[in-house]
């Protein structure tokens, strides 16, 4: 069974940047998702096993960019020009077979990071 471990969450005023980091055991499809309190899951983006194909909610494109690194175990999320409405808990999820945008076909799952961006 594949792990996630997330880090990089915490405090930032608006227009301030942060990174996530999302360690997998396994090679596996990756995304980002967040919740707000009262709100639903919300996507955030998506990148595939190899890295090659990414997607982005409309809310951070511009501002948010998933990547991974070379051995493909590591998912980040670099989140620039931070505002008040992304503050939030941030998932990492993971899947052998999907990546795209549904929450409900990602089957791996993270703690949860918490993002707070101050006015």
């Known amino acids: 069974q594949v792990e996630l471990v997330e880090s990089g969450g915490g405090l930032v005023q608006a227009g301030g940047s942060l990174r996530l980091s999302c360690t997998a055991s396994?090679?596996?499809?990756m995304a980002w998702f967040r919740q707000a309190p009262g709100k639903e899951r919300e996507f955030i983006a998506a990148i595939s096993r190899s890295g090659i194909k990414t997607s982005y909610a409309d809310s951070v494109k511009g501002r948010f960019t998933i990547s991974r690194d070379s051995a493909e175990t590591t998912a980040y999320l670099q989140m620039n020009s931070l505002k008040p409405e992304d503050s939030a808990v941030y998932y990492c999820?993971?899947?052998?077979?999907?990546?795209?945008?549904?929450?409900?076909?990602?089957?791996?799952w993270g703690q949860g990071t918490q993002v707070t961006v101050s006015p």
């Open positions: 999820a993971a899947s052998r077979d999907y990546s795209g945008t549904f929450y409900g076909q990602y089957n791996i």
């Open positions: 396994g090679r596996v499809h």
